[in-house]
């Protein structure tokens, strides 16, 4: 089974207060210059930014973040953002993998952002309602 589409946008403003919640203010989440001095292909989101945006479509789909038992990924590849105000969107898609007798619903999670993968290895283990 798989469960509906989450998307979100992602801007280079998310990118500034997401800066000032974490103190992560490493240059290459706001800097062309500095980013593409480094070999990156423009300004990148946050990975934890990337990582909990796919765990907030965890906690939707699960009905509420306490219901979120387990969850990881690893990441492929960056999400670049545009200066501009469109930006770019992450898609997050998942698929049932096993729903075990405990209660408990195993997902395989997959995000991708201009269509490659942006995290690999996702998965999340959520309580199923009762």
Same mark, same amino acid.
């Given at each position: 089974? !798989?469960?509906?589409? #989450?998307?979100?946008?992602?801007? %280079? +403003?998310?990118?500034? %207060?997401?800066?000032? @919640?974490? *103190?992560?203010?490493?240059?290459?989440?706001?800097?062309?210059?500095?980013?593409? #001095?480094v070999g990156l292909p423009g300004v990148i989101a946050h990975g934890m930014f990337t990582m909990a945006l796919v765990g907030r479509a965890v906690a939707e789909w699960a009905g509420a973040p306490?219901?979120?038992?387990?969850? *990881?990924?690893?990441?492929?590849?960056?999400?670049?953002?545009?200066?501009?105000?469109?930006?770019? !969107?992450?898609?997050? $898609? +998942? #698929?049932?993998?096993?729903?075990?007798?405990?209660?408990? $619903?195993?997902?395989?999670?997959?995000?991708?952002?201009?269509? !490659?993968?942006?995290?690999?290895? @996702?998965?999340?283990?959520?309580?199923? +309602?009762?």
């Amino acid at each position: 089974m !798989e469960l509906p589409v #989450k998307t979100f946008r992602v801007t %280079r +403003a998310d990118l500034v %207060r997401y800066a000032g @919640a974490s *103190g992560d203010f490493n240059p290459i989440h706001w800097s062309d210059r500095v980013a593409t #001095k480094v070999g990156l292909p423009g300004v990148i989101a946050h990975g934890m930014f990337t990582m909990a945006l796919v765990g907030r479509a965890v906690a939707e789909w699960a009905g509420a973040p306490d219901a979120v038992v387990e969850y *990881g990924v690893r990441f492929t590849r960056p999400v670049v953002v545009p200066d501009d105000d469109q930006g770019t !969107e992450i898609e997050v $898609t +998942a #698929k049932v993998r096993e729903v075990t007798e405990d209660g408990l $619903t195993r997902l395989d999670v997959t995000a991708t952002c201009l269509g !490659e993968k942006v995290v690999s290895q @996702a998965r999340a283990t959520i309580r199923t +309602a009762s």
